[in-house]
């Protein structure tokens, strides 16, 4: 799992109330990525952060924002959930050598 | 927009047989292109990337890339059950701006 970690696991909230999901990395890499995974969809990119303070939108970024105050922990928040908003959404990292990207466990999150 | 492209599957393979799995993609300046095994309700497990054009090889994984076809493949030699999985392709354009994927294809492998 490359020294990732993502929580929590899962998460059942409410439409409207704000989320906010942790990734941890142990290697000090420089890259992290948050993904979304959805049937029909694939892997989509939301954000990614390029060192700390350092960030920028992916495809699908509208109703998301991301924190990286240390090299560590990238923070992905849901400002507002909504059910579009119900996905499993992973954590990666890359060590940049070809950009390959190594994957958190991933958390499920329904927004009811 | 970048796209890459995978047949959804199901693809069945009798168990011991050669699975070939394909990937197309849009963006010529794509530079890197990666194979990921996906089981149900798991993570996505980096299991080959290639980026010259021709073959590369792995224990029983083949990754073959083609970019003036713009086409990617993944043979998988010697399948077993525990093969059975979503493969997803996807490509980095040159840069650390991240992945992208294709929607996946089902692999099962029957013995």
């Known amino acids: 799992d490359a020294g990732i970690t993502q929580s929590p696991r899962h998460k059942v909230t409410e439409t409207g109330t704000p989320v906010t999901l942790r990734c941890h990395q142990t290697e000090n890499h420089r890259y992290m990525y948050w993904y979304r995974q959805d049937p029909g969809h694939g892997l989509r990119l939301i954000h990614y952060s390029y060192g700390v303070k350092d960030t920028d939108k992916g495809e699908v970024s509208d109703g998301y924002s991301v924190s990286r105050s240390k090299t560590e922990d990238f923070l992905l928040t849901l400002e507002s959930a909504t059910s579009s908003q119900t996905s499993v959404y992973f954590c990666a990292i890359t060590p940049g050598l070809r950009y390959e990207q190594y994957f958190g466990p991933g958390t499920r999150l329904t927004v009811t | 927009q970048k796209e890459v492209e995978q047949n959804s599957g199901p693809l069945s393979v009798p168990e011991g047989a050669i699975a070939s799995l394909n990937c197309t993609y849009s963006?010529?300046?794509?530079?890197?292109f990666f194979w990921y095994r996906q089981y149900s309700g798991k993570s996505p497990e980096l299991i080959m990337f290639i980026y010259s054009n021709g073959d590369k090889e792995d224990g029983r994984f083949t990754a073959q890339l083609n970019k003036a076809s713009q086409y990617v493949s993944l043979l998988i030699r010697d399948s077993q059950p525990s093969d059975s999985a979503t493969y997803l392709c996807?490509?980095?354009?040159?840069?650390?701006?991240?992945?992208?994927f294709g929607k996946g294809t089902h692999l099962i492998i029957q013995p």
């Open positions: 996807a490509e980095a354009g040159g840069g650390a701006d991240g992945l992208t």
């Open positions: 963006d010529r300046g794509s530079q890197s």
